[in-house]
């Protein structure tokens, strides 16, 4: 039983996740790490490719990593990222017509439902009392007379 549990670890896919890349300097690591941490994962979609098991994910680490020891900057990095898989590569897309909507949608959102709440809670309030008043004090004086009808019957 031990040894199956041990093959089952060796062979899962947390245990081939882990890239060991060599850098020259701590500047090519710092862009490393930021680059895998701000694309994103194709495959998985809500993860960056840092955090991502999947095979996609891995093929554009190595990919990172080996334009950077082109000595390729960040930006051209990005710029081939998007060029290649568009802007939904990036975490944090830039300001285009095609990404207007995601820029803007959810303020957009936002305006209209404050809007609403402050014309809903404005018609609440400025609501004329109707007749509703009257009819109140109509019922409330009926259900008054019979319980005093009531209680003089019960008396007599």
């Known amino acids: ?15 081939n996740a882990v890239d060991a890349y060599q850098f020259n300097n701590p500047e090519q690591q710092a862009a490393y790490q930021s680059l895998v941490s701000e694309l994103r994962c194709l495959v998985c979609q809500n993860q960056p490719i840092g955090d991502s098991n ?6 554009l680490r190595r990919q990172v990593y080996e334009m950077l020891q082109q000595g390729k900057s960040k930006a051209d990095i990005q710029q081939f990222m998007t060029e290649r ?17 995601l820029w803007l949608g959810p303020v957009v959102f936002l305006v209209v439902g404050l809007i609403a709440v402050f014309l809903f809670t404005r018609r609440k309030k400025t609501v004329p009392p109707s007749d509703s008043v009257s009819e109140n004090t109509e019922k409330l004086a009926a259900v008054r007379r019979l319980l005093t009808d009531k209680d003089t019957e019960n008396l007599s």
């Open 1 to 15: 039983m031990k040894i199956v549990m041990l093959l089952l670890l060796l062979l899962s896919p947390i245990a």
């Open 54 to 59: 999947a095979e996609l994910a891995a093929d």
């Open 85 to 101: 898989y568009g802007d939904f590569v990036l975490y944090n897309p830039p300001f285009k017509a095609k990404t207007g909507l």
